[in-house]
């Protein structure tokens, strides 16, 4: 019989530590995760303001993302996302970084508003600066002690002024990175959207961070559709990038990328009564809701302008004349309009009733 030779003890491959991250001169090291509270400006009262900042650190090099919510201060549902996030398991043997803010625009959070307090749109302050207005402090902070220690971004909305969204990504596919993370994300929708000026998501990609936008929901409302689809988007974005492991045979929605988006607005003031819920595949002047006078019988019909799907929808019956009522999408086909309606009903019978 032949001897078999000792085996000689295998040596141990050192592998260097991950160096540590830090944030507002806060250090956090490889395996752990803190909560950063930055600082911003006091409120009058002399109160300080920050803004919280959750890094998990894992151990393993890959990926560092930012998952950000509440940059209009009345967007709640990714504030809600992002809390459902921190509390997975799946986030203690993560690869690679997760930095996530919850409320990005804490004054508008507390006041219950989209703006700062002074009327000012933080979404469209950016990239901002040190010795602007407080968007523009605001802008400039996420952007130095955030954003530039990033590799990848999600930014979470949801619609405003009393307009509910359907959950839909929101990015510019043309870029390689950002199209894998969008289909990853598995939204029923995907807008391929053009940048918004001074946005959060023309300043990342100016860096050349791939960036995606998510929007779901209404402002000042929980919305467990949107909170469900936006949390399975944000994990599985995380598991397409390599930063938690990938589950076996399980692939992701297949999402539509919209051919156009287009609002339909009413052609009088009055109160209004819808005809079809967001979610719904119209066709070509098909009556989609009536704008009635609350002193007469007088009806005026609002009718779809062409084949498409309801991606977003006022919920207030209150219009003015040329106010935005419906956000309507084209599709290739027919075919793919009802493939994200069915999407809708599958994963919420209501939203579809
Ligand atoms: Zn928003």
């Given at each position: 019989m032949p001897r078999k030779a000792a085996q000689k003890p295998k040596d141990k491959v050192k592998v260097p530590k991950r160096d540590s991250i830090t944030i507002g001169n806060i250090c956090v090291k490889a395996g752990e995760r803190s909560t950063i509270d930055l600082p911003i400006a006091r409120l009058y009262t002399h109160t300080e303001m920050n803004l919280p900042v959750h890094v998990v650190h894992g151990k393993k090099e890959g990926p560092v993302l930012f998952v950000c919510a509440a940059i209009h201060g009345d967007e709640i549902n990714g504030?809600?996302?992002?809390?459902?996030?921190?509390?997975?398991?799946?986030?203690?043997?993560?690869?690679?970084?997760?930095?996530?803010?919850?409320?990005?625009?804490?004054?508008?959070?507390?006041?219950?508003?989209?703006?700062?307090?002074?009327?000012?749109?933080?979404?469209?302050?950016?990239?901002?600066?040190?010795?602007?207005?407080?968007?523009?402090?605001?802008?400039?902070?996420?952007?130095?002690?955030?954003?530039?220690?990033?590799?990848?971004?999600?930014?979470?909305?949801?619609?405003?002024?009393?307009?509910?969204?359907?959950?839909?990504?929101?990015?510019?596919?043309?870029?390689?990175?950002?199209?894998?993370?969008?289909?990853?994300?598995?939204?029923?929708?995907?807008?391929?959207?053009?940048?918004?000026?001074?946005?959060?998501?023309?300043?990342?990609?100016?860096?050349?961070?791939?960036?995606?936008?998510?929007?779901?929901?209404?402002?000042?409302?929980?919305?467990?559709?949107?909170?469900?689809?936006?949390?399975?988007g944000v994990i599985s974005v995380m598991r397409e990038l390599g930063m938690v492991p990938r589950k076996a045979r399980k692939k992701a929605p297949h999402s539509v990328v919209v051919k156009a988006t287009s609002w339909v607005r009413a052609n009088k003031s009055g109160i209004i009564h819808s005809a079809v819920p967001l979610g719904s595949v119209v066709k070509k002047n098909q009556v989609i809701a009536c704008i009635i006078d609350p002193i007469g019988d007088n009806e005026e019909k609002l009718l779809a302008p062409y084949e498409g799907i309801v991606i977003g929808c006022l919920n207030l019956p209150l219009v003015h004349k040329g106010d935005a009522i419906f956000l309507f999408a084209s599709a290739e086909s027919r075919q793919e309009l009802e493939e994200i309606s069915d999407m809708v009903l599958a994963e919420n019978p209501i939203n579809a009733e």
């Open positions: 504030v809600e996302i992002v809390r459902r996030l921190l509390k997975l398991k799946l986030l203690n043997n993560l690869r690679g970084t997760l930095i996530a803010i919850p409320i990005v625009n804490v004054y508008g959070f507390i006041t219950r508003s989209r703006y700062l307090p002074d009327r000012r749109d933080l979404n469209r302050s950016f990239p901002g600066s040190y010795s602007g207005s407080l968007a523009s402090y605001l802008a400039r902070l996420f952007l130095d002690e955030i954003v530039a220690k990033c590799t990848h971004g999600i930014d979470i909305h949801s619609g405003s002024n009393h307009r509910n969204n359907l959950p839909q990504v929101r990015a510019t596919i043309e870029d390689p990175e950002v199209e894998r993370m969008a289909n990853a994300f598995g939204a029923p929708v995907i807008v391929n959207a053009r940048l918004r000026d001074n946005s959060l998501r023309e300043a990342v990609i100016a860096m050349g961070i791939p960036m995606l936008v998510f929007e779901g929901g209404e402002s000042l409302r929980f919305n467990e559709h949107a909170i469900t689809v936006g949390l399975k």
